[in-house]
């Protein structure tokens, strides 16, 4: 149990242009969906915790109006990135947990390649 | 600032070993505490939770916590070259469910 989806795995998009990332949870429902950029040789590094049917919590230095995203159900959270930047490029992963303070299961992420 | 300490290694020991990677954590009121592996370009994999003092064991893989210290291990035994990964360690923060994960410790079995 406890299986995280993610898609598409990896999205090589043009510069300026907008990129949605689907992230689901497929035999549960997560009350909370965590979104994390990761570059190469670098720490995980959280960007948002999405709640269903409330807005995100960003965290500092994260642009929400650039990485907008959405937790339409308790088993779909999408982010999607806008107006991309080559310095978006990056590997983007989603977790969901059942609650405060529970694990984390991780989706197997999507790696972003903005020319 | 709550925070999660890990040595970043890398760990290297041979085919068969016991591996010890080890974190420290802040906040004496966390009540649960998390390791994850990650291998090179994949997200992290949830391996071991533990939650009351003492020994939990899975498989090959034992963690070790101790709340007077703020100390919690993972052990892993008879040490096989796919055990080597980064393994990272997290401990929930008390507002809005997230983890604070240690800066990961790398490992490297040797055949």
């Known amino acids: 149990g406890a299986v995280v989806s993610q898609h598409p795995s990896w999205v090589i998009c043009k510069s300026g242009t907008s990129v949605k990332i689907e992230c689901r949870s497929l035999d549960f429902q997560a009350t909370t969906m965590f979104w994390y950029r990761q570059f190469p040789k670098q720490s995980l590094m959280l960007m948002a915790t999405s709640n269903e049917g409330s807005k995100a919590t960003y965290e500092q230095g994260v642009e929400k109006d650039k990485f907008l995203i959405n937790h339409a159900s308790l088993t779909l959270s999408t982010l999607t990135v806008t107006s991309a930047h080559p310095e978006d490029s990056s590997f983007y992963i989603c977790?969901?947990?059942?609650?405060?303070?529970?694990?984390?299961?991780f989706g197997p992420g999507t790696r972003l390649t903005v020319l | 600032q709550k925070e999660v300490e890990q040595n970043s290694g890398p760990l290297s020991v041979p085919e068969g070993a016991i591996a010890s990677l080890n974190c420290t954590y802040s906040d004496r009121g966390s009540q649960s505490f998390f390791w994850y592996r990650q291998y090179s370009g994949k997200s992290p994999e949830l391996i071991m939770s533990?939650?009351?003092?003492g020994d939990k064991e899975d498989g090959r893989f034992t963690a070790q916590l101790n709340k007077a210290s703020q100390y919690v291990s993972l052990l892993i035994r008879d040490s096989q070259p796919s055990d080597s990964a980064t393994y990272l360690c997290a401990v929930p923060y008390n507002q809005g469910g997230k983890l604070i994960f240690g800066q990961g410790t790398e490992l490297s079995v040797k055949p």
């Open positions: 977790s969901a947990s059942l609650g405060l303070g529970d694990e984390q299961f």
């Open positions: 533990i939650y009351s003092n």
